[in-house]
């Protein structure tokens, strides 16, 4: 990001690397590729744990890992949620070119039918066999076939590595990463007890093995979804499946102070209680400056620049008005379309006021960071977007040589 900022200019340009700095134009975002790989001090030098084998024993290893990374995911949602929030991706999940609000993890159909088939019992309960029913010949090829991406999901397996394509342009990949990992790490745990477990009943690493990966797909099998992120039958089923969907961001970052944050981060030794606390409100009250900033900026926008050329606008159609009457023409049209933007112009005053207040509202709110941040997402969000909307109808009928600001054509399609 910082290179970004520093070669900009050289070209005349300006990196703002805001998630969604345009309405209705797409907006950007970071995709992080995760895996995990066995650290170079033994045998399995390097070997990634997300990459299918060729042999019974290294595909167990992956359904293994695999089913892991799907249990951590679907028990912490709403905790990755929480380590992509920020005021700037608020806009930008959901929209028809990124990831939405709602958590879930694509694996492929080749994936999917074979965890399937696991879940189901259609594969028996002997690993060695098992694994050879399912393919090890064309596990491999999940790798190769990267052409089954599914790019509206959050969290897809794209071959050897997830994508985590919901982590905001603007902000650093760290926290988000530092979620997921600890995520991870606790699902790892939970099925090393339960291999241990199964381990007490038989002697067949590899039967243990199945058993368990069986139960953690199937516990995990909510989060996983290979269709359209973006429809509205997904907002539907994904609330039947129990998954979280968070559209605002102090509703995410409310995920830090659940017991089950609480609990992951502790035990994992990640962060204390009061460490995971600082976090919360630090990234709440970053929020509400976010916020509040874009309300100021927006009052300034609307009083400098948009209010000014729609009064000098409204004046010049008057005075072409009154001149074609004592000239004895026709001027309705121009009485029409006065009328028209003072209209416009007064509603945009009301939503102004509106603008105002709630600003001056939040502002007391100083000593409540979550109380102001909850104020902002609801009263200070929709506030600005009724005066957003009362300056693109001006924008729409006020002429070109009046108005100051760049028009969306002018940016879309220069002539």
């Known amino acids: 990001m910082a290179v970004l900022r520093k070669v900009a200019p050289r ?3 300006q990196a703002i690397l805001h998630e969604k700095p345009f309405a209705g134009i797409n907006g950007s975002g970071k ?3 995760w895996s995990m790989a066995i650290r170079a001090d033994n045998s399995l030098d390097g070997t990634n744990l997300l990459k299918p084998g060729k042999t019974p024993h290294q595909n167990l290893r992956f359904l293994l890992i695999l089913a892991a990374v799907l249990k951590g995911v679907h028990k912490h949602q709403g905790l990755l949620r929480a380590g992509i929030a920020t005021s700037g991706n608020e806009h ?5 070119e990124a990831p939405p609000a709602i958590f879930s993890a694509f694996v492929g159909t080749m994936l999917t039918n074979m965890i399937d088939e696991i879940v189901e019992g259609k594969v028996g309960t002997n690993a060695e066999q098992a694994v050879l029913k399912l393919g090890v010949a064309k596990l491999p090829e999940v790798e190769q076939d990267n052409t089954d991406r599914n790019r509206t999901s959050p969290f897809a397996f794209t071959g050897a590595k997830f994508e985590f394509r919901a982590v905001g342009s603007s902000q650093s990949v760290a926290f988000p990463v530092m979620v997921l990992q600890a995520a991870v790490a606790e699902a790892l745990g939970e099925v090393t007890e339960a291999l241990k477990a199964e381990l007490k009943e038989t002697k067949n690493v590899s039967d243990a093995v199945l058993k368990v990966v069986r139960t953690a797909f199937r516990d995990s099998s909510p989060v996983r979804f290979e ?6 039958e997904w907002v539907v089923d994904a609330k039947k499946r129990g998954l979280l969907n968070l559209r605002r961001t102090p509703e995410g970052l409310a995920q830090l102070k659940t017991d089950s944050a609480k609990a992951l981060f502790k035990a994992t030794g990640v962060l204390t209680d009061a460490e995971l606390e600082s976090r919360y409100h630090i990234r709440m009250e970053r929020y509400s400056k976010d916020i509040l900033i874009e309300l100021h900026t927006l009052q300034q926008l609307v009083d400098t620049q948009v209010l000014p050329a729609a009064y000098e606008y409204l004046g010049a159609l008057a005075g072409s008005a009154g001149q074609g009457q004592a000239a004895g023409i026709n001027v309705q049209p121009l009485v029409d379309a006065a009328n028209g933007v003072s209209k416009l112009l007064t509603n945009l005053q009301k939503k102004r006021s509106e ?3 709630a600003t001056a509202k939040a502002e007391g709110m100083h000593d409540d960071a979550v109380g102001q941040a909850e104020f902002l997402t609801s009263t200070g969000c929709d506030t600005m977007a009724g005066v957003r909307d009362a300056c693109d109808a001006l924008e ?3 002429g070109d040589e009046y108005w100051p600001l760049p028009k969306y054509r002018e940016m879309l399609f220069p002539v």
């Open 11 to 13: 070209h005349g340009l």
């Open 31 to 33: 995709h992080c590729n």
């Open 92 to 96: 930008r999940l959901g929209a028809n």
């Open 227 to 232: 269709g359209n992120n973006y429809s509205e």
């Open 355 to 357: 603008l105002a207040k």
């Open 396 to 398: 729409l009928v006020v």
